[in-house]
């Protein structure tokens, strides 16, 4: 099994940064494809962004250019630069074990973490 843990959401101005974490726990090994993904109330969880094994990255046309997704070992980490009222949103990490043919859909993903706030203020 596998255990997912996000920390580093918060309240910040637009225009600031904020860097959340995801630790990974249990058996690691076995996860290829790390992703984010958020969620605003009353709507459907959306991509924010993924990184494969191998470092290949994809990002929602919404925040490329200014969130960068990452991995070191066991964590996952999602850089956000130019934070936007509108990025105001519960996230969520998320992991693939068995590719099931996208990385895109939220069914492709066999376990979540339990989500951080990140409230932007303009």
């Known amino acids: 099994q596998v255990k997912l843990v996000e920390s580093g959401g918060g309240l910040v101005q637009a225009g600031g940064s904020l860097r959340l974490s995801c630790a990974v726990s249990?058996?690691?090994?076995?996860?290829?494809?790390m992703g984010w993904y958020r969620q605003v109330p009353g709507q459907e969880r959306k991509l924010v962004a993924t990184?494969?094994?191998?470092?290949n990255t994809n990002y929602a046309d919404s925040v490329r250019g200014r969130f960068s997704i990452s991995r070191d070992n066991n964590m996952a980490f999602l850089t956000m630069n130019s934070l936007k009222p509108e990025d105001t949103a519960v996230y969520y990490c998320?992991?693939?074990?068995?590719?099931?043919?996208?990385?895109?859909?939220?069914?492709?993903?066999?376990?979540w973490g339990q989500g951080t706030q990140v409230t932007v203020s303009s």
């Open positions: 990184m494969g094994r191998g470092g």
């Open positions: 998320a992991a693939v074990r068995v590719y099931k043919g996208t990385y895109d859909a939220e069914t492709s993903y066999d376990y």
């Open positions: 249990g058996t690691i090994f076995s996860i290829t494809t």
